[in-house]
């Protein structure tokens, strides 16, 4: 059996810390069950990010929706930042703390691995990404996983399974294997073109057995104008400088007037790679770095009893307003009773924390995975990285 639980365990409060079943057991016998409102905050963020992108909301509201409680949330793709609320709970404290465990672990990773793709795709700029790390992960994660590389960013998903769920056609070249068990990176580039559609872009795979840069002018050689790209996906001990490489194979593909025929990178990049490699890259293949990407770390905080403010130490307490200037993009959060609506440059705010959930209702509701993307992109497009 695989060692993970299913959406039944989740919905059925067992995937809880042991601390909460026991709390309800107390709050039970002693009859105590205040109403309260608990947020979820960041007070900090990973890899000193300035600003982070809210991701998991969609199954978030797939779990609340079967608790009598309201919510209200930041929509799905907000970029955020430290504490900032990006979702508030309302309900009696009972009816939702056997969650809490599943509900931070639905946002912390989602918003992490968006992030990260959101960093990755500013760096490439123009050029595409597509999430390769699926299998850096476990399985049953893959599909979440790649899903919110796609809202953060990546311009295609590798697994099957993904494309399925964000409603794109998963992207993809070709393995070493294919190379290894047909002989020969030619033999295999030429196979790829025989025995496959025409809708997939022939790009060939120079790694496997020589010199990048001999192999290149093979493949350009053996496929001509049908050839798309060249994808170089050398090994970390033979890499050396691969900006080098890059230069060469590019230079010498140039000079016999292969112009047309881009370069796909892939392979253990790292974000500081990005400005090096951008003069010679035409796509990213991005694994691990996006897949096992930082979690966001929230916490869920009460900070209100039966209508009173009232939180632990190091929280403000009440509830907040969360909102954004629409003219210059300034944050601000406020208490909930100030009527605040004009931003220091004059432009008005706009509340971003808003209903979501109300005893069963999704009041915001999901969007399909491209148009959650293209928000991300168009919010995150001048943020410094
Ligand atoms: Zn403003």
């Not at 069950?33 to 998991?56: M, R």
């Not at 955020?80 to 056997?98: L, S």
């Not at 899903?147 to 311009?155: E, Q, T, W």
């Not at 030429?190 to 790694?207: M, T």
């Amino acid at each position: 059996m695989f060692h993970t639980a299913d959406a039944k365990d989740i919905i059925e409060g067992k995937i809880t810390d042991v601390y909460f079943e026991r709390t309800l057991k107390i709050l039970k016998a002693k009859k105590i069950n205040p109403v309260v409102k608990a947020e979820f905050i960041a007070k900090s963020l990973p890899d000193e990010w300035q600003w982070a992108v809210l991701a998991g909301m969609e199954e978030v509201s797939y779990l609340l929706k079967n608790l009598p409680v309201k919510a209200r949330a930041l929509r799905e793709g907000t970029v955020f930042n430290p504490y900032e609320p990006v979702m508030e709970i309302e309900g009696r404290y009972q009816d939702f703390c056997v969650f809490e465990t599943a509900l931070l672990g639905l946002m912390c990773q989602a918003s992490g691995v968006a992030t990260k793709a959101t960093r990755f795709k500013r760096l490439a700029g123009e050029r595409p990404v597509i999430s390769f790390g699926a299998r850096r992960m476990h399985p049953v994660l893959a599909p979440m996983i790649e899903r919110n590389a796609y809202i953060g960013g990546c311009d295609g998903v590798a697994v099957v399974k993904s494309g399925e769920v964000i409603g794109e056609d998963p992207m993809g070249t070709m393995p070493h294997a294919l190379i290894i068990c047909m002989g020969s990176t030619v033999e295999a580039i030429r196979a790829y073109d025989e025995v496959l559609e025409p809708k997939f872009k022939r790009v060939a795979l120079i790694d496997t057995f020589l010199d990048e840069k001999f192999e290149a002018l093979n493949v350009a050689d053996a496929m001509g104008d049908k050839l798309f790209a060249i994808r170089l996906d050398t090994p970390s001990s033979r890499r050396g400088d691969f900006y080098r490489i890059l230069e060469e194979v590019r230079w010498e593909l140039d000079l016999r007037g292969y112009e047309n025929i881009k370069l796909f990178v892939s392979g253990g990049i790292k974000e500081h790679d990005l400005p090096v490699l951008n003069e010679f890259v035409d796509a990213y293949g991005i694994g691990t770095s996006i897949s096992n990407a930082p979690v966001v770390d929230f916490s869920m905080d009460i900070m209100e009893v039966e209508g009173n403010p009232l939180a632990k130490r190091g929280k403000c307490s009440g509830g907040k307003r969360v909102l954004r200037c629409k003219k210059c993009n300034s944050p601000l959060i406020v208490p909930n009773n100030n009527k605040k609506h004009k931003c220091r440059c004059g432009g008005a705010f706009n509340d971003i924390l808003n209903p979501f959930i109300s005893n069963g209702k999704i009041l915001q509701k999901p969007l399909p995975a491209r148009e959650i993307r293209s928000f991300v992109l168009k919010q995150t497009g001048k943020l410094e990285i």
